[in-house]
């Protein structure tokens, strides 16, 4: 069964940092372009960051510059490095295979206050 797994959220101040980290399972991790998600209170779920079987990262106009999208294949995991964090950052975090969403797993939550 696919499922992810997502951790490393937390409660941090205005221009503070976080690494997110997601574990995937229940596919083939290699060949699949995989995705950051966010979802503010109040607010759809929007896309964050993706990066690419090669590698090859791709970020929301939002955050780039700021957050940084790597992936681990040996442990089929993904992270979120955000730097620089704002208030409008805050929300739920998660992780899903980028061409293909399904089997959301809880996110993790990122708050962002002074």
């Known amino acids: 069964q696919v499922r992810f797994v997502e951790s490393g959220g937390g409660l941090v101040q205005p221009g503070g940092s976080l690494r997110l980290s997601c574990v995937a399972s229940g596919f083939s991790f290699t060949p699949v372009t995989m995705g950051w998600y966010r979802q503010a209170p109040g607010k759809q779920r929007e896309w964050v960051a993706a990066i690419t079987v090669i590698n090859k990262p791709t970020y929301a106009d939002s955050v780039k510059g700021r957050f940084t999208i790597g992936r681990d294949i040996a442990k089929s995991t993904v992270y979120l490095q955000m730097n620089s964090l704002k208030p409008e950052d805050t929300g739920v975090y998660y992780c899903?295979?980028?061409?293909?969403?399904?089997?959301w797993g809880q996110g993790t939550q990122v708050f962002v206050a002074s």
């Open positions: 899903n295979r980028h061409f293909q969403q399904d089997n």
